[in-house]
């Protein structure tokens, strides 16, 4: 039966205490772990945080122009084969083009932001939705994707904040890991899934075992299934 959602897969570099910040670990081309790991992931779109895309957006802040008001509607600029969509509710990613690479940006905002800002994004032809009025609705989120983009394989690059509140919304279905041979150990630094402060009624997400490699010799490529509803009976 069609769910009407993109089928989702957590992508993640993460060390062996869970930490997905490079600074420290001192390899040479760091990028390479997560890049050629992701890229055997087939997906239309990957999706990532804020501050996570704000290492590839503008880092010019453009004088916005708070004119004429824009309606708060959907608003495709272009289709792609593939997209770059950004978890960005109030707007703080800017854009002197539409594409991270080959993929088409989306933003996902929500209804506070300003006209200004919607007015940048429609001037640098980037599509954006809107995922609720001051907060975001995940669920709403990814079934937009694949109505207005026909996004069904969606893959969520991180950082730790965005994969958290996919986990506690419960849309991950696979997780896919590169353990990285290294601790950090950096107290406070995000780990792969930031989800919540403190315990409360939430129960952790299990895994059942897809695949394991063992990549660029000390690294472990582990790719899970999410089990819902305590499945395996452990
Ligand atoms: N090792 C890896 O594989 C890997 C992969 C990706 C990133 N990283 C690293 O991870 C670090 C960033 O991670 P991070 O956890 O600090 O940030 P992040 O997840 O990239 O971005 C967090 C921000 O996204 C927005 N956001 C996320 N979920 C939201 C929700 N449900 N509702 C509303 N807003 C939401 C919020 O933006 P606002 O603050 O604007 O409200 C939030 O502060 C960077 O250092 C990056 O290099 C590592």
Redesign the pocket.
Known sequence: MDSGKPYVIC????SVDGR????IWGFKDHHKY?EETAEKIAADAWL??????Q?FSSKNTPELLNGASVPKEDFVAQKSATYAV?????G?CFWETNMVSTEHVIEVL?ETVSDGYLEHLRSSKVSYIF?GKN??D?DLVIRKLRKLFDIQTLRI??????????L??NLIDEFSL?LAPVADGTIGS?T?F?AEEGYGSRMATQFKIKSVDRIYDDFLWIRYEVVRDGATGR
């Open positions: 992508h993640m570099l993460g997905i910040k490079q600074d997560f990532v945080g804020r501050v996570t895309m290492e950004v978890i960005d509710p109030s703080k929500t995922g907060t975001l995940l690059d991180g950082g730790g904040h965005v994969n958290g509140s996919f506690k919304a590169v995000p792969v930031e």
